[in-house]
């Protein structure tokens, strides 16, 4: 994996590390420790989503452009479910469908060696 992968293989990887903080926190009723990590939450998403979904126009991935579409409206679902403050919806959109892709996303770079 070259430099610029590793860094954003990190930065996934940080992201998915609060997605747990963050739902444990929503799960738990720790309204306090929610608050502070939903910035950052959100700063990695805005710092990751975009760079997922550029990733799809690499030849590599051109078979897949499909799944860009999923990344194009998971930032909008998340923002649906805090603005409803629908915790439960939250842990779902969040735990279940952001994180799980993640991990896919991240697992498929890595076997397929992608360079960004």
């Known amino acids: ?3 610029t992968m590793q860094i954003f293989a990190d930065k996934i990887k940080e992201t998915i590390e609060t997605i747990d903080l963050l739902t444990e926190a929503i799960a738990k009723n720790r309204a306090y420790a929610a608050e502070r990590l ?3 939450f959100i700063n990695l998403l805005q710092a990751v989503i975009p760079i997922i979904i550029s990733s799809y ?3 590599q991935l051109q078979d897949e452009a499909e799944d860009m579409t999923y990344w194009q409206g ?5 923002m649906e479910a805090l603005e409803r403050e629908d915790w439960f919806a939250m842990i779902d959109v969040l735990h279940y469908e952001t994180k799980e892709n993640l991990m896919l996303y ?3 770079m890595e ?5 960004l």
């Open 1 to 3: 994996m070259d430099a």
């Open 74 to 78: 998971q930032m909008e679902r998340i």
């Open 57 to 59: 126009e690499l030849p």
């Open 111 to 115: 076997k397929m060696e992608i360079v």
């Open 106 to 108: 991240l697992d498929r």
């Open 38 to 40: 939903m910035p950052v």
